[in-house]
């Protein structure tokens, strides 16, 4: 195993959450992004320069190669299937042993992280998810640290909104 | 926003990390790509093949459609009057009041005002003071 190859697998479970929440938790679609982002860092393609944190490097590839992916998916054949045929919604819910353990308060947070905006939904993840500092979370989306504390407060004050506290209870 | 807001935010976020660092698959898999990809179904390219099929055939149906018969010289003669004679109904809407004035130019054969020279030759010499 290279040294680049222990790194990844030092942060691959938290890699793969950070890849579910760019693909809006379709777990067929974050792996794809997953493989596509370790060869694009194992090949070179993507560079880390060592200006950030390795972590920080390699969710901002994880989060432009979700972003190519959706768009290289927009109209492909797979795309035109969707049309034709009825599927279920690729919620981790669908997954009988995802469902299992799955508890309620997580089932409520993803259903409330919904209806945040794309950005707030980000920032959130990466500060509370992944243990991230905003300047950090800044970093991987490639925004000022102003405009993603901007995100983190309205995010915050929106899920307080949508989940019953239970810490006042 | 109190700690304990933040504190019970960070909980539920733990479990949903926890959750999915269960169901994470290998990082050898997901290094492996391709194969854990699900077998291409043929029935994919289905939706594809039936959208090329409608477009050529209704290129075909164009190019074989017959087209009307030409018209007579007559016919094309009072179609092209009819086209060069048609005006807009909002036409009207153009026309401002008080544009007429400007299309009528005022003659300038005669001039109301005498010019000084044309005074002295109407005066005789005698009488200039």
């Not at chain 1, 222990?6 to 579910?20: M, N, Q, T």
């Not at chain 2, 209704?58 to 005006?87: C, D, F, H, M, N």
């Not at chain 2, 008080?98 to 001039?111: A, M, Q, R």
Request: with cysteine; proline share 6%; charged share 25%.
């Amino acid at each position: 195993m290279t040294t680049m190859e222990a790194a990844l697998a030092e942060i691959h479970a938290e890699a793969f959450g950070w890849a579910l929440a760019c693909c809006h938790r379709d777990r067929f679609l974050a792996e794809e992004v997953l493989h596509v982002a370790y060869v694009k860092v194992l090949a070179g393609s993507a560079r880390f320069d060592q200006r950030s944190s390795f972590k920080t490097f390699l969710f901002g590839v994880i989060r432009k190669t979700a972003m190519e992916q959706r768009r290289a998916s927009w109209l492909s054949a797979r795309r035109l299937a969707q049309w034709f045929t009825v599927r279920p919604v690729p919620e981790p819910s669908a997954d009988p042993e995802a469902v299992s353990l799955r508890s309620e308060r997580a089932g409520a947070l993803t259903a409330a992280l919904t209806h945040l905006s794309v950005r707030q939904r980000e920032v959130m993840h990466l500060v509370f998810y992944q243990d991230l500092t905003i300047e950090e979370a800044a970093q991987v989306l490639g925004i000022t640290t102003g405009s993603a504390r901007q995100h983190y407060e309205r995010g915050k004050a929106r899920l307080r909104e949508l989940l019953p506290n239970e810490a006042h209870r | 926003m109190t700690a304990k807001d933040d504190r019970d935010l960070s909980e539920r976020f733990t479990v949903l990390r926890d959750e999915d660092a269960a169901g994470a698959p290998p990082l050898s898999r997901v290094l492996r790509g391709r194969e854990a990809k699900p077998p291409a179904h043929p029935a994919r390219w289905i939706p594809v093949a039936a959208l090329v099929t409608a477009a050529a055939l209704t290129a075909v149906v164009l190019v074989l459609k017959p087209r009307g018969a030409e018209p007579t010289i007559e016919e094309a003669i009072a179609q092209a009057q009819s086209i060069s004679s048609w005006t807009a109904p909002t036409d009207e809407w153009l026309t401002l009041s008080g544009l007429e004035i400007p299309n009528s130019v005022p003659s300038l054969s005669l001039s109301s005002v005498t010019l000084p020279e044309e005074q002295n030759a109407a005066t005789p010499q005698g009488e200039a003071r």
